[in-house]
């Protein structure tokens, strides 16, 4: 499962958390920081390669909207 690992104790306000195939196209998305991508796509296993993931949250007390985005490849 990829999923987002954090230290942040207070918990978030927002949370989005994607991924994408490199057509652009979204495979998987969450709002609940605890869930994460099996690897899977419209419930068969999505192909092999590398998938583009983005970040948004804001973390409980504050105000300010943060954002992350990486790449991570699928194998098996």
């Not at 973390?59 to 985005?69: I, L, T, V």
Request: charged content about 25%.
């Amino acid at each position: 499962i990829f999923r987002v690992m954090t230290s942040c104790d207070e918990g978030f306000t927002y949370f989005e958390f994607k991924v994408f195939n490199r057509g652009g196209e979204m495979v998987y998305a969450t709002s609940d920081p605890n869930s994460g991508w099996d690897g899977t796509y419209k419930n068969q296993n999505a192909e092999i390669g590398v998938y583009v993931y983005y970040l948004e949250y804001t973390k409980k007390g504050q105000n300010k909207k943060e954002s992350a985005k990486g790449q991570v490849t699928l194998v098996r």
